[in-house]
């Protein structure tokens, strides 16, 4: 349930008031109030903040699917994929849906690719239209959610090209006053500059190279992608602070040696802080060049406060500059919080400044020549220290999103860290640089060597035995433990600082205890699948609805591409109307025609059908029907001796603004 808008605010005047009224006495006892009440102030702001960008973010979704029919609209961004492009498009007009009921923002996949097509163009086409998709399965990731906040109010699919209007045409669509915003101009330069890069190293080196200078990852191939997942490389096309730092370095070392090579200046003027001045626009134009995702802030939020600590004479890295950046990313973006990049970019940057910290002398001590042997490994020993520790940090968030766990990262990383860092980024600066000039091909093509490095990497690496571990999903409440367990382990400095240690094994221990569902059935009802007894999953179609059983075999720890069994259990009791399967001591029914309702309503214990059940079925204990799977969505189901537990997408959810309630059908 949506809480009252009013909420948040006096949840802020009453913490507030509180923290006041602590500030009258010096008592050890007042002031412990007072350190409560600040982190209540605290947690009320964050809840209020929440709550406005909540409601500021409102806008139309499309409340069922539509088309094909035409669409107009202005292209925000364009990315690209290895077949086609997907288009998103604002201020768009959908024919049959009226201006009130339209969404500020929708996406349209082309499978034909939009050639010719940039941000800031007017298009129009043929599409076919929906609401963004709910889970697709109780706990599942909600990219409904995800949409909301970025007033995408429906997703779909064209049919054929999308025309370029005329410019007669859009000022039909919007008056003259109204100009290219801020984000278009950002994404037409990074979809103009991918395309240079890809032109000027083609293949799928290119295709890398663009994911690393500005964000667009559509034209790797998935195998290649996979690879980089299981061998714990993935952080490195994912704009992450690694990228944000190097272009920064590289910008402030790079301007600050060419400004030493001339005595006059060197000697008589702040060189490095001439320097600083310089890698501050840069790394916020790169920030912006790559889509400011949530990483990248973070990472410019930190290295921004580093090069003004270089302003001041001040020294920066530290765990309150870790603060100032979620402070800063939570006040712009609260709903980051819940976000994959937001969890796993803060929780390595912590922990290895937590390290970095409790360690400094070992990192400051390599000395100036950085070419000498002692140097050189502890340079090693460094990334394989930082890349254990975040490969560590990280492992909660990445089962907890994505089942899986790379356990030979330290190794791939030990080679690809220093190959990104001293070889490919510094070459990505230097096309940067010569772009303008057209003269990009020749850091590009050096630039690719070291990709092809990276990649050779991860393909050897992912290709060891056990590369990639399938780990069950974890619950929500161990997720939340790791995170407590790890922040005690990283701001505490004394010797209770390993009682961080017990929500860390209560994390491990929520992923033993979690069981998968023994029944899943899709929203759209045509799609079954059976946990069995060796805890492989049988579904009814391995034709349909691909995208649900990939989430369904992911979440059990399983491999998606495992293919589906014959009959569940072994039992050949399938027909074209349906199944009887036996389950736990029970008898389940998966009917998929109402011919096969009136002798499975008195048979079985559990009634799933894909029909809707007109008349009463009194017989099972639990009854699903068409009904039941339309209102509430996806449903899964535990059997546990007498107990059967049944959740559905709509319990998880609750009533919040991006779900749509539906009614009788």
């Avoid at 007042?30 to 960008?53: D, K, W, Y």
């Avoid at 083609?202 to 997942?229: C, F, H, N």
């Avoid at 505490?492 to 209560?506: D, E, F, H, I, Q």
């Avoid at 029909?611 to 799977?629: K, M, N, Q, S, T």
């Amino acid at each position: 349930m949506e809480p009252s808008p009013w909420a948040g605010l006096t949840l802020l005047i009453l913490t507030s008031g509180a923290l006041a009224f602590t500030h009258r006495g010096q008592s050890a006892r007042l002031q412990s109030c007072r350190l409560i009440s600040l982190l209540l102030v605290f947690a009320a702001l964050g809840f209020g903040m929440a709550q406005l960008r909540t409601l500021n973010l409102n806008a139309p979704i499309l409340e069922r699917s539509t088309g094909p029919t035409e669409v107009r609209g202005r292209i925000v961004t364009v990315e690209p994929r290895k077949r086609g492009e997907r288009l998103v498009l604002e201020m768009p007009e959908i024919r049959g849906i009226p201006a009130e009921q339209t969404p500020e923002r929708i996406r349209v996949t082309l499978a034909t690719g939009a050639q010719g097509l940039y941000p800031g163009d007017w298009v129009r086409g043929r599409a076919k239209l929906g609401p963004p998709p709910e889970p697709a399965a109780p706990g599942a990731y909600d990219f409904a959610r995800a949409a909301y906040f970025k007033r995408l109010g429906a997703v779909g699919f064209a049919y054929g090209r999308f025309e370029l209007l005329p410019r007669e045409a859009s000022q039909a669509l919007v008056s003259d006053q109204v100009r290219q915003s801020w984000e278009i101009w950002w994404a037409d330069l990074r979809h103009r500059l991918s395309e240079r890069i890809v032109t000027a190293l083609p293949g799928d080196a290119g295709a890398v190279a663009a994911a690393l200078m500005t964000g667009e990852r559509g034209r790797i191939p998935e195998s290649q992608l996979q690879a980089l997942r299981d061998a714990g490389l993935a952080h490195l096309l994912a704009i992450s602070g690694l990228h944000i730092g190097l272009v920064a370095a590289g910008l402030f070392f790079g301007l600050r040696g060419i400004l030493a090579l001339i005595p006059a200046l060197a000697l008589n003027y702040p060189i490095k802080k001439w320097a600083a001045l310089v890698a501050l626009p840069g790394a916020f134009a790169y920030l912006m060049l790559v889509g400011a995702t949530i990483p990248a802030q973070r990472a410019f939020l930190m290295t921004g406060l580093m090069l003004l600590a270089v302003l001041l004479d001040r020294r920066a890295l530290s765990m309150r500059l870790v603060a100032w950046a979620a402070m800063a990313t939570l006040l712009l973006a609260p709903e980051s919080l819940l976000s994959v990049s937001f969890q796993m970019s803060f929780a390595a940057v912590t922990v290895m400044i937590a390290a970095y910290e409790g360690r400094r002398g070992f990192f400051a001590s390599g000395g100036r020549d950085f070419w000498s042997l002692g140097s050189l490994w502890r340079y090693g020993l460094g990334i394989a220290l930082t890349s254990g520790l975040a490969t560590v940090a990280t492992a909660p968030y990445a089962v907890f999103h994505f089942n899986h766990l790379a356990l030979y990262g330290v190794f791939a990383n030990v080679i690809a860290v220093p190959i990104t860092a001293l070889w490919i980024m510094p070459w990505a600066i230097v096309a940067f640089l010569l772009m303008p000039f057209g003269l990009e091909a020749f850091p590009l093509w050096f630039m690719g060597l070291g990709i092809d490095g990276v990649v050779a990497t991860a393909t050897t690496v992912s290709a060891w035995p056990a590369a990639a571990l399938k780990i069950p999903a974890m619950p929500v409440w161990g997720l939340i433990a790791a995170s407590l367990g790890g922040l005690w382990f990283a701001i505490w400095t004394g010797r209770w600082r390993y009682l961080g240690v017990v929500p860390l094994a209560a994390s491990i221990v929520s992923v033993m205890l979690w069981r998968p569902p023994d029944i899943l059935i899709s929203a759209d009802a045509r799609l079954a699948a059976v946990r069995l007894s060796d805890g492989s999953l049988w579904r009814s179609n391995a034709a349909v609805n691909r995208f649900a059983a990939e989430i369904w075999s992911r979440r059990a720890g399983l491999d998606p591409a495992a293919k589906s069994r014959g009959n569940p259990l072994g039992q050949p009791n399938c027909d074209p109307m349906g199944c009887i399967v036996e389950l736990k001591g029970r008898k389940v029914a998966l009917a998929w025609a109402a011919g096969a309702l009136a002798e499975d309503c008195a048979l079985v214990d559990i009634m799933i059908s894909r029909v809707p059940i007109r008349r009463a079925c009194a017989f099972p204990e639990e009854v699903i029907d068409r009904f039941d799977l339309w209102r509430n969505g996806a449903h899964a189901l535990w059997i546990t001796g007498d107990d059967i537990q049944i959740k559905s997408v709509a319990q998880t959810r609750g009533k919040r603004p991006w779900v749509l309630l539906r009614g009788e059908p």
